[in-house]
Every structure is written in structure tokens, then in C-alpha cells.
Nanobody, 124 residues
């Protein structure tokens, strides 16, 4: 069973940037990886996803043009670069892994693994 460790969250002013990392315990090239977030009092929502090879990516409309997901399979790590951050981007960010990209981003069923979450706080 793959295990994920996500990191890189922090406190940043609106307009600033952060880069989150998600490192897998097993060769990440097997898995599609997604980032999700949960704001206080809200349900967890999809943010961005990348297929096993890095060729296919998907983004939530709210982050398109501001966030970029990428992966380095040599280091078993997926990154989420977040630019032009807004207060509404605040939340706990989780990475998740699944063997099927479409299933992961559509949340058809629970993913194989979740990271422990990393807090992102954007002050206005």
C-alpha cells in the first residue's frame, strides 16, 4: 500500500506563492496523484490532478491559471505550485493517489491513499 507525505503549507499574504510537495513511499510513476483541499466548514474539493506520466493534468476552475501541478517520478514527488494566492485558497491541502486518473479527479470512489494534510493560510 502506497503512503503519501504532503508538506509545504504555511502562512502567506494574498498575492503570494507557495509550493506543496507530495512524496510517495512507492514508485510514484504507478499512480495518478491529485490535490484536494478542505476549508473550515466546507466539504473537501478537488484542486488539481496529474496522471502517472505527467502528460495529463486537470484543474478546478477556481485555480486555473494560478496553480500548476507537476511531478518528478525520479524523486517520487508531485508538486503543486500555487501563485497569486487568495484568501479563499485557505484550507488544509491533501494529496491523494489512485491507479486511475479519471477515478481520482472525479472522486468516483475513495483513492488508495491520502496524505496527512498541510495547512495553507492566506491573509488578505
Amino acid at each position: 500500500q502506497v503512503q503519501l507525505v504532503d508538506s509545504g503549507g504555511g502562512l502567506v499574504q494574498a498575492g503570494g506563492s507557495l509550493r506543496l510537495s507530495c512524496t510517495a513511499s512507492r514508485p510514484s510513476s504507478t499512480y495518478a496523484i491529485g490535490w484536494f483541499r478542505q476549508a473550515p466548514g466546507k466539504e473537501r474539493e478537488f484542486v488539481a490532478g496529474i496522471n502517472w506520466s505527467g502528460v495529463d493534468t486537470e484543474y478546478a476552475e477556481s485555480v486555473k491559471g494560478r496553480f500548476t501541478i507537476s511531478r518528478d517520478n525520479a524523486d517520487d514527488t508531485v508538486y503543486l505550485l500555487m501563485n497569486s494566492l487568495k484568501a479563499e485558497d485557505t484550507g488544509v491541502y491533501y494529496c491523494a493517489a489512485d491507479l486511475q486518473f479519471a477515478v481520482l479527479i472525479q472522486q468516483t470512489w475513495p483513492p488508495l491513499a491520502w496524505g496527512q494534510g498541510t495547512q495553507v493560510t492566506v491573509t488578505s
